[in-house]
């Protein structure tokens, strides 16, 4: 069966804590593309301009695997590795978490590191309100007035979101599951005795 959704955040967010010195700041922030997610980034790297290192983990799409990450002079996989792995253990896709650190003066070590930046992470995602994600198509549904009633009814059963559109006839965009379009179809074709018919988008 197909995956019917997931889940991202409503809204940005930012957490932090010290860690031996150091300040760990995790800024977080819901993006549906790479040059978004690259974006945030920047913004990021300018308000926190004098920081020592800004460390970036993104994950993109339903499945979750467009990803990237980086380590902005930290030991390799001290940093973008174990954001991104934070972000998987939350299950949050379209996401974007940079984690900024001002040295404090004491060294933490590559396992240290990698607790602090997962820790600063999960401090951040752990608080953020779920966002979820439909994974729907788009169909069109074509009726006369005497039925909208009944397709009304259907969508309201069976469908994600809708537009409606009335002109000669009504015509409705029905944002649907891909495992509920076929029930969907038969049950306005029955319901109308034939009378609305629905059509791809």
């Known amino acids: ?23 760990f700041i995790a800024s977080v922030a819901s993006v549906s593309s790479r040059d978004e997610a690259l974006l945030f980034l920047e913004q990021i790297r300018s308000e926190y301009f004098d920081a020592t290192h800004n460390c970036f983990a993104y994950r993109l799409g339903a499945e979750g695997l467009d990803v990237r990450f980086g380590d902005d002079g930290e030991p390799n996989g001290s940093a973008g590795k174990p954001i991104l792995f934070s972000i998987k253990k939350f299950d949050f896709s379209d996401i974007i978490v940079v984690v900024t650190r001002y040295f404090g003066g004491t060294k933490l070590g590559i396992g240290g590191l990698s607790r602090a930046y997962s820790s600063t992470t999960e401090l951040a995602l752990s608080q953020c309100e779920k966002k979820i ?7 069109r ?11 009304k009814k259907l969508i309201n ?28 179809e038969r049950k306005v074709i029955s319901s109308t005795n034939g009378r609305s018919g629905v059509f791809p988008v």
């Open 157 to 184: 059963e069976f469908a994600v979101s809708a537009t409606e559109d009335y002109k000669d006839s009504v015509e409705f965009i029905v944002h649907i599951h891909q495992s509920k379009i076929d029930e969907f």
């Open 1 to 23: 069966m197909s995956k019917e959704f997931y889940y991202t955040i409503a809204k940005p967010f930012r957490a932090e804590q010290k860690i031996k010195g150091s300040k």
């Open 141 to 151: 549904v074509l009726c006369s007035y005497e039925d909208v009633s009944t397709i």
């Open 133 to 139: 994600v439909h994974i729907t198509t788009a169909i």
